[in-house]
């Protein structure tokens, strides 16, 4: 099933899946924090899966029960969200480097063996993907089957997104997210995001500093 949210229903739905995590590594019950901030389970049960709009003050209670920071708060929500960890598009970006090893045979008819004592030379990738290519990790379970936490993105900055496949999209905040591309309609980025469920997540596109295609992933 796939579901569309306008941006203030999607950061309902981050803001109750962000508590929820957060409730849940505490080891706290939905009744638990039901009753701390007066309401019955139920209640806050539609707050968790971000049927209730959240106001800065109940927010601010819950992390109070939950005993947690504004910073582990935003965490969270970065967790929830799929947010890689930010390294900064901007900084000097790291070869990446692997070693190449050189072969020595045993003799006409014996096997050949790669000699691992010492590499023959060192072949750096972005020199064959191109000084364009980046990579980042990805955090978080909402892309899951497609990327799991802790898997490998590489992306191109100077290829288009195409849709239905891997993106990376940057904004003008510096954050960043992987999903799938779906579409652009000239003032809103529609992407989508595959767990808890399916659900088409967007972005102003005056927030927007890019979205780049995923061009490898992996371990």
């Given at each position: 099933?796939?579901?569309?949210?306008?941006?203030?229903?999607?950061?309902?739905?981050?803001?109750?899946?962000?508590?929820?995590?957060?409730?849940?590594?505490?080891?706290?019950?939905?009744?638990?924090?039901?009753?701390?901030?007066?309401?019955?389970?139920?209640?806050?049960?539609?707050?968790?899966?971000?049927?209730?709009?959240?106001?800065?003050?109940?927010?601010?209670?819950?992390?109070?029960?939950?005993?947690?920071?504004?910073?582990?708060?935003?965490?969270?929500?970065?967790?929830?969200?799929?947010?890689?960890?930010?390294?900064?598009?901007?900084?000097?970006?790291?070869?990446?480097?692997?070693?190449?090893?050189?072969?020595?045979?045993?003799?006409?008819?014996?096997?050949?063996?790669?000699?691992?004592?010492?590499?023959?030379?060192?072949?750096?990738?972005?020199?064959?993907?191109?000084?364009?290519?980046?990579?980042?990790?990805?955090?978080?379970?909402?892309?899951?089957?497609?990327?799991?936490?802790?898997?490998?993105?590489?992306?191109?900055?100077?290829?288009?997104?195409?849709?239905?496949?891997?993106?990376?999209?940057?904004?003008?905040?510096?954050?960043?997210y992987v999903k799938l591309y779906e579409k652009s309609d000239g003032s809103t980025l529609f992407v989508r995001e595959l767990s808890p469920e399916e659900r088409t997540i967007t972005f102003a596109l005056r927030e927007v500093k890019g979205v780049y295609p995923a061009i490898l992933?992996?371990?």
């Amino acid at each position: 099933m796939s579901l569309t949210s306008s941006p203030e229903k999607a950061e309902q739905r981050l803001i109750g899946e962000a508590l929820r995590r957060l409730r849940e590594q505490k080891g706290k019950l939905q009744r638990e924090v039901a009753e701390g901030l007066g309401v019955k389970t139920q209640a806050w049960s539609y707050y968790e899966n971000g049927e209730r709009r959240f106001t800065q003050d109940r927010v601010a209670a819950v992390l109070k029960i939950l005993g947690v920071t504004d910073g582990e708060f935003a965490a969270a929500k970065a967790h929830a969200l799929g947010a890689p960890p930010r390294r900064g598009f901007e900084e000097p970006r790291i070869p990446f480097v692997f070693d190449v090893y050189g072969r020595a045979r045993a003799g006409p008819q014996g096997p050949e063996i790669y000699d691992v004592a010492e590499p023959l030379r060192q072949l750096d990738l972005r020199q064959m993907l191109g000084p364009t290519v980046d990579a980042l990790e990805v955090a978080g379970d909402s892309m899951s089957p497609w990327a799991d936490s802790g898997e490998v993105v590489l992306f191109d900055r100077e290829r288009a997104p195409r849709r239905g496949k891997g993106c990376v999209i940057e904004l003008h905040s510096g954050e960043a997210y992987v999903k799938l591309y779906e579409k652009s309609d000239g003032s809103t980025l529609f992407v989508r995001e595959l767990s808890p469920e399916e659900r088409t997540i967007t972005f102003a596109l005056r927030e927007v500093k890019g979205v780049y295609p995923a061009i490898l992933r992996g371990d």
